[in-house]
């Protein structure tokens, strides 16, 4: 499967890379910002496109063009200011489900964020601007004829994946925590699960087989 | 026709609120956001709401309810962040459209902006972030069920209105201008005229009688 990783210099597009680069199921290309960011690409045997999410939706659809799949994990961070988080979380991620829809692209993995749909707990996380742009990407997506899997973890660590994870069903508070390693897995079984199509999966640290969660999504 | 103009203390919101107190077709009722605002519409005898776009959805239901139509011509304007174009022009819409579906509500005319769906005239407007807000709440108002109008017009001036207008299908450049109290009167008409429902309204200074332009829309 050739996956398109969006955003694959990202801590979480890093993992998936990795995770993708030792599999002989997946075939990844990194879509990134940098040119130096090319060496970590290269030390994994990823080929890389260097793009901006800025551009128009005409040249994005030759950079996105040829893949059976795309992740999109790519965020404007918090260092930038919410002017990039109009124009890459929301406007730069719809102009790729343009692309993906006029390249014939059919599947497409969104990396979300858990409440993402529930505005009475935006004002809370202190990023309410994140995820009003979160919200309508994911809405947009869903308003597509894309073959889409929204993926929602609630707060990321850089802990080492423990494999298996909760549904958000039982989760009921912002503190709970998943691992960036878990939120990579899940994104990878999800693209060789069929079950997970037009679906949003809400996730947190938990004790079900990652495999098993998808499945049953 | 029991009319809640949304965002009334705007440059257009103003002229819109007298426009409806001299006729007798209109029952307007003024949502606005500080209580300092509210002589200027006791001296037109329009009644006012002090309510925020950063309510919930809930709040936003109650402040709503009872009106025939709503006139959403509300923005955070260009002296705050875009946190504010994101909490404002686009969620804050949204849950005015959420809560119009919620009340019963069916008329919505919305004030937006020419080229809103031309991402490729974005960055010449030196506010592309307002325009992807725009683009993402007129986004939202099409997919909905409501009755909408989208009235886009360019940019705007605060010239004596000619009464007459020009759809932008004849315009071919950002530069061009049309005058606030034009627009507020293309709003007046496009709320009598059933011709304008589910239609986008993109208009510039020009020479056709408004009543002629909302009945061709």
Do not use: C
């Amino acid at each position: 499967m050739k996956v398109l990783i969006i955003g694959a210099h990202g801590k979480i597009g890093q993992i998936v890379s990795k995770k993708m680069s030792e599999s002989s199921e997946y075939e990844p290309t990194a879509f990134i910002r940098k040119s130096e960011q090319i060496p970590f690409f290269e030390n994994l045997n990823i080929p890389t496109v260097v793009a901006s999410l800025e551009d128009s939706v005409e040249t994005l659809s030759k950079d996105i063009k040829g893949y059976d799949a795309i992740v999109f994990t790519a965020g404007s961070g918090g260092k930038t200011g919410d002017d990039k988080t109009l124009e890459i979380d929301l406007d730069g991620a719809v102009k790729t489900m343009i692309a993906a829809e006029k390249t014939g692209i059919t599947r497409y993995v969104m990396v979300s964020a858990a409440y993402a749909d529930e505005r009475s707990k935006w004002d809370a996380t202190g990023i309410k601007p994140y995820y009003i742009a979160k919200h309508f990407a994911d809405k947009t997506l869903k308003d597509s004829k894309l073959q889409y899997t929204i993926v929602r973890p609630v707060t990321l660590t850089d802990e080492p994946g423990e494999g298996t994870v909760g549904l958000k069903s039982i989760v009921d508070s912002l503190e709970k925590e998943i691992s960036r390693e878990d939120v990579a897995d899940v994104i990878l079984n999800s693209l060789k699960e069929p079950n997970t199509i037009r679906k949003v999966i809400e996730i947190s640290a938990g004790d079900t087989p990652i495999e098993k969660v998808v499945k049953s999504a």
